[in-house]
């Protein structure tokens, strides 16, 4: 398998501009951006940010995404999972379905990927290469998705504000879960998917 590593070519991360034979730091003459073989520090802030996610995801799921005063003076705490139930309870299985999708599965599969291809690539692991490829393809795309209930509490607290009798403030969880959604979107840009591929090259001592 021939590499642009193993060619001694680089590619520039802004420009996708081809380089031969430059060194490490060199200025892109397209861009002005630096040249790297691998992005520097990858797994590193990669792993960073993916257990600082993992942290927040316990909070994002437990704490109150949405506090509901009511007269006489009552309050409505909803999590993300009540939110389901409510939905799903009331026949509004679509939405129930779709909330469910965007908040609760899609994070937690975002982690599991990440933190699969993190482990396989340090240990250098060539098992079924091009699929782990596609699954990081697919995470770099479905990562902003995650945003749906932030956008939701946003618009609700925006609009639904009857001082004395309905107010929506956001909870506490909200926070957090954006926090998980950014995280987990900074953690797939701090990955070098060629580090994938450089384990394929393991045997002849390409750089990694």
Not at 46 to 56: M, S
Not at 57 to 80: K, R
Not at 114 to 126: A, D, G, S, Y
Not at 183 to 203: G, N, V
Request: proline share 5%; glycine share 6%; with cysteine.
């Amino acid at each position: 398998m021939k590499t642009a590593a193993s060619l001694n070519m680089v590619a520039c991360a802004h420009c996708a501009k081809l380089w031969k034979a430059v060194e490490a730091g060199e200025r892109c003459e397209c861009c002005g951006a630096k040249l790297h073989m691998r992005k520097p520090n990858s797994l590193r802030r990669t792993w960073a940010f993916v257990i600082a996610a993992c942290i927040l995801y316990l909070p994002a799921n437990m704490l109150p995404v949405m506090i509901t005063s009511s007269f006489p003076g009552e309050q409505q705490h909803d999590t993300i999972m009540s939110g389901i139930i409510y939905f799903w309870v009331s026949g509004s299985w679509a939405v129930a379905a779709v909330i469910f999708i965007a908040s609760f599965v899609v994070p937690l599969f975002k982690l599991a990927v990440m933190i699969l291809l993190l482990i396989t690539v340090q240990r250098r692991i060539r098992w079924q290469l091009l699929q782990r490829a596609k699954l990081y393809r697919v995470v770099e795309v479905i990562g902003r998705w995650s945003m749906l209930d932030v956008f939701v509490v946003s618009l609700v607290t925006g609009l639904v504000q009857i001082p004395g009798f309905v107010e929506v403030h956001p909870g506490p969880g909200i926070a957090a879960f954006a926090a998980v959604v950014i995280l987990t979107m900074l953690a797939s840009m701090s990955f070098d998917p060629r580090l994938l591929w450089d384990a394929a090259e393991q045997d002849s001592g390409a750089p990694a």
